[in-house]
């Protein structure tokens, strides 16, 4: 494998499962996918693609979802878009490309056990797990924290530190999840500013600003502190009563993919009960509710997702970073 400027470029067999086993022998050719899956996350799935179907040559590049999206803009201007397909973080991504054209339609895709609400109603693209954003806190809290309103009390001031939504995605998308909740809405969001919320780029110092009991209370995606609580830190992860938001890892076909067969295998099996196997031992909650969470996840029949209007966010997402940036600076 060559190393490149976003991360391993792989040369790899990878095909997808196709409706029929059989099926899966006449995909071959080569296949471009960008991802900003974690390194060992891309590799994992990449591998596990060999080892069932050799006939496809993968060539990967990984990278965060901004880092990837610049050089895919880069490539089409230039007239030629790498990529057959895109895996990356959150929806906003894909239906802003939806919007220009450049995803294609893919009603060949099996979704197998995937709900309704992780595929875009047009099949552009496909949620392929859940990225949950709830509430962590130091075991030493002065409470556990319920519902979202709980990060209002007085214990709780200047106590909660949060991703910026200019650096996450799933920041925005959470932002964007409580202002379109008719209970919360911008009036919680102004509130919880009020009561000293911090700011702090991405996940990363969130976790370690708890961890550390800097700040008793984050604001944070599930797995990091999932992780870390089974590695002995101090932390606990919340699922919010009255609901967490979502970024679901979306993959697509883009338009202009040069190997269209092999691009509709790769997205059946990740949608597949095998691949949403795989990522559940990779450490995601499954979109599938069919397929056991990782240990230390609650069963996801019972985790309250908050709606969330993609399309809508996506032509309110300026508006919704602005607004944001204007109240708490970050």
Do not use: C
Not at 200 to 226: H, K, M, S, T, W
């Amino acid at each position: 494998m060559r190393r490149r400027e976003f991360g391993i470029l792989g040369a790899a067999g990878l095909a997808m499962a196709a409706i029929r086993p059989a099926a899966a022998q006449d995909v071959s050719g080569q296949l471009v996918l960008y991802t900003s899956q974690l390194e060992p996350d891309a590799a994992g799935t990449v591998e596990a693609f060999r080892r069932r179907h050799p006939g496809v040559q993968v060539e990967w590049i990984r990278g965060g979802t901004g880092q990837i999206m610049t050089r895919l803009r880069a490539e089409i201007a230039a007239g030629a878009p790498r990529p057959d397909i895109l895996l990356l973080a959150d929806s906003l991504t894909f239906e802003g490309l939806k919007a220009e054209g450049r995803l294609r339609a893919s009603p060949d895709v099996a979704v197998a056990g995937i709900p309704a609400e992780h595929v875009d109603p047009g099949r552009a693209y496909f949620g392929t797990k859940l990225i949950t954003t709830g509430i962590m806190h130091h075991v030493r809290a002065p409470f556990v924290p319920r519902r979202w309103a709980d990060l209002l009390d007085a214990r709780a001031r200047n106590q909660v530190a949060m991703p910026s939504p200019a650096v996450s995605g799933a920041a925005a998308i959470h932002i964007t999840a409580l202002a379109q909740n008719p209970a919360l809405g911008w009036s919680y969001v102004e509130r919880l500013v009020a009561n000293g919320v911090q700011a702090r780029g991405g996940n990363g110092p969130v976790i370690q600003a708890v961890a550390g009991a800097e700040r008793a209370f984050g604001i944070a995606i599930d797995y990091l502190p999932i992780r870390e609580a089974a590695r002995g830190a101090p932390v606990r992860f919340v699922f919010p009563e009255d609901g967490v938001s979502a970024i679901t890892e979306p993959a697509a076909i883009l338009s202009t993919a040069r190997n269209v067969p092999a691009a509709v295998a790769f997205m059946t099996f990740l949608l597949s009960r095998e691949g949403q196997e795989l990522a559940s031992r990779q450490g995601f909650l499954p979109a599938d509710p069919a397929v056991a969470p990782p240990a230390g996840f609650p069963d996801p029949r019972s985790i309250r997702v908050m709606p969330l209007d993609a399309a809508r966010a996506a032509r309110e997402q300026e508006e919704i970073l602005r607004r944001f940036a204007q109240l708490a600076g970050g």
